[in-house]
Structure formats: C-alpha cells, structure tokens
C-alpha cells in the first residue's frame, strides 16, 4: 500500500483521548485511501462514531471532517492536481476544454448508472402530493436548491426555500406529515443540512437526500436517496461536474411531475408564464 499520510500530530500539540489515537493509528496505516471516504465509511473503518471522528477533527482545530479531509489533501497531493486531477499545467486551452467536457460527461454517465428508477419516481410521486416541500442545503448546495425551486414552481409545487440556516431549522421544526424535506448536501457530513433533515423527520415529513456516492449521515438519515457521482479532487463538494448532475436530477424530477398531471402541470407554467410576463419588453 503506497501511504503518503504526512500529517504531524505531535506538531499538533493536542493531548488526544484513546480513541483518537485509534485514529491517528488507523489514518498512519490507510492515509492513501482516507482521502475517498465519507464520515461514515472511514469512521467505520476506524472502529469509532461519527461524532467521535468530528470532535477529533474540532479538537485539531479544524471546523470538521470535509475541513480536515482538506487540510491534509493539501499536504499529500500535487499543487498542480489540487484543482482537477485530469489536469496538468502542460494543457493547452483545448486539451483543457476537452477534458473538463469529457469528466462532466462521465460524472453524468456515472450517475444515471447509479440511480435507481423506481427511486426517483417514488420521489416524483411524493414531491407530486405534498402539501409543502422544503429544500435544505448550503454553500454550492444553495444554488442547486435555488434552481430546484423555480423548476418545482413552474410544474406547480408548493416549494420553499430558506437561505439563512436559522430560518432553514425553524422552517424544519415546522414540518409535519404529508410534507417534504430535500437536502442537498454531497459531502452528507454538513451537520446544519442533517439537523434539518432530522427536525422534519421528527414532525413526519417524508425526507429525501441528494448526496454523493457511498455512506454518510445525511443519507443514513433521509427516507430515501439519490446518489451524485463525482470526479476525485479535493474540493468535490464544489466541483461544477457534480452540480452538473445535481442538475439534471432535479431536471428529471420536475418533468416526472409535469408528465404524471400534464394538465395541472400545464396550467402552472402558463400561471406562472403570464405572471412574470409583465416584467419582460
């Protein structure tokens, strides 16, 4: 096993408990896989919690696992391969335009491999029939969420969504049964996004994850999920690729909805048509 882990945890000057060093134990011995795995799966690995693996995170000073995960990235890849793996700083314009539209293509490909039909149409179904659906979510997740909004409307949902994480929590708290929480979180390990998706669990809603590939908390906890490929570079969570497919599931979502009530749909966009028809010359 080629292990590049470099991290030096007695420059670290944090006095760890047991498990910790279970950790630290561990992460010396599969530091070349720690980099592919989610909270949950390396945690699982490790023999400790979820909670357990993210006080170890804040007790190195860092705001959590994907922080630390980061952090240690930084120190055991190339400058040059921090960016985008396929990349190189010998590419021209067009051996770099080529690749960025080939990886967003496999990261498409990859995740309609991935996703289970029955799945996304016992989705559709749900968002279909309920009395209210919250989107949770933040960071690059916003934006995602911010389109999911505006298609959602124009089949016609009834969608909200809260950019403050306050209002997303009071907004959570308030849900019952027959509405609908998605969060949108690819790490899964973004703790506000689970607490929300927990409070409308708590008050009935039926929760729905759209997270990356493999387990992790916001997955474990939703009713059902969808999964998001990605290419392997540090900063996945931002990747455009994994937007890219993000995208494209809730465009799959929205026409499942129009197509199961064409007429209802269709009544929706043309409200929704002629009320923003005024603002446009």
């Known amino acids: 096993?080629?292990?590049?882990?470099?991290?030096?945890?007695?420059?670290?000057?944090?006095?760890?408990?047991?498990?910790?060093?279970?950790?630290?134990?561990?992460?010396?011995?599969n530091g070349d896989s720690f980099l592919n795995d989610t909270i949950t799966e390396f945690s699982e690995k490790a023999g400790v919690s979820d909670a357990t693996m993210v006080r170890f995170c804040k007790h190195l000073g860092y705001r959590g696992y994907q922080d630390f995960k980061m952090n240690v990235a930084r120190e055991m890849l190339p400058k040059e391969n921090q960016y985008n793996p396929v990349l190189g700083r010998e590419?021209?314009?067009?051996?770099?335009?080529?690749?960025?539209?080939n990886n967003e293509m496999s990261v498409l490909s990859r995740t309609l491999l991935e996703t289970d039909i029955k799945v996304l149409e016992q989705i559709a179904e749900r968002l279909r029939k309920a009395n209210k659906i919250m989107i949770f979510g933040t960071g690059g997740s916003m934006n995602v969420a911010q389109d999911a909004l505006h298609k959602f409307m124009k089949v016609g949902l009834l969608v909200h969504v809260y950019e403050d994480i306050d209002l997303q929590l009071m907004a959570a708290s308030l849900m019952r049964e027959g509405d609908v929480a998605l969060a949108i979180s690819h790490s899964g390990g973004n703790l506000r996004t689970l607490r929300c998706l927990e409070l409308a669990k708590e008050g009935g809603a039926f929760a729905i994850a759209l997270t990356g590939l493999g387990k992790n908390p916001v997955a474990k906890a939703a009713d059902v999920t969808v999964h998001i490929a990605s290419e392997k570079t540090v900063y996945q969570s931002e990747s455009v690729s994994t937007r890219i497919a993000q995208l494209a599931v809730i465009d799959t979502l929205a026409a499942m909805v129009a197509f199961d009530d064409y007429e209802r749909s269709n009544e929706a966009m043309t409200s929704t048509r002629e009320a923003t028809a005024h603002a446009k010359f």
């Open 1 to 29: 096993m080629n292990n590049n882990f470099t991290y030096d945890f007695k420059a670290s000057q944090v006095k760890l408990t047991q498990r910790e060093k279970k950790i630290v134990d561990f992460l010396k011995e």
């Open 91 to 101: 590419d021209d314009s067009s051996s770099i335009c080529s690749k960025i539209f």
